[in-house]
């Protein structure tokens, strides 16, 4: 454990895990809290608001896990989710604070606004997330994550067109991997 991050014990291990796939993120101020319920979503990466008014090394971050999210009838503890798919969850939320660290104050706040009203940037928020997490090595868990979404039989339609719609798919995910080991080996 980190001096730098703040994990509830009952998540500890899997917020390890996705941490290990950022070294660049063993220096940054990290709190994992959970929430009794967050809007439109189950997850949540931000910058603290005291953090607008520091340098970007001096941020902190904050990311708001629901206690259980809804889809169709079923409530889902999200501590009871399979290991493997909340370690990609968080390496998700971790690749937004990537995101959020290149960023400038004044290009937060506009990226704040804009992703309150504006689906385009939503759709290039969240497939950044995914891309960041991919290129940090993540792809195993960012699948297992997305393929548990998309092949829950409990899981509405409308939940999994709007993963379809808002993030990379399995496909897309595959292509970065293959175009990253290229990279490499180059």
Do not use: C
Not at 22 to 35: G, S
Not at 68 to 83: E, G, L, M
Request: proline share 3%; net charge positive.
């Amino acid at each position: 454990m980190n001096a730098k991050h703040i994990i509830p014990e009952s998540i500890l291990k899997e917020a390890n895990k996705a941490l290990e796939y950022f070294p660049q993120l063993q220096e940054t101020n990290i709190e994992i809290k959970f929430k009794k319920n967050i809007k439109k979503s189950t997850m949540q990466a931000r910058p603290t608001f005291g953090s607008f008014f520091r340098g970007r090394k001096n941020r902190k971050y904050i990311i708001l896990i629901s206690e259980s999210f809804k889809i169709s009838n079923q409530v889902f503890k999200t501590k009871d989710i399979p290991s493997d798919i909340l370690v990609g969850w968080i390496g998700h939320e971790l690749g937004h604070i990537l995101d959020y660290q290149k960023r400038s104050k004044m290009n937060l706040i506009r990226f704040g606004i804009n992703y309150l009203f504006s689906e385009n940037s939503i759709v290039e928020a969240e497939r950044a997330a995914d891309t960041f997490a991919v290129a940090q090595g993540m792809e195993k868990y960012i699948l297992k994550t997305k393929n548990f979404i998309l092949n829950h039989a409990d899981i509405t339609l409308s939940y999994k067109n709007r993963i379809k719609k808002f993030y990379l798919s399995p496909e897309e995910i595959m292509i970065l991997v293959e175009n990253r080991d290229k990279a490499l080996v180059n």
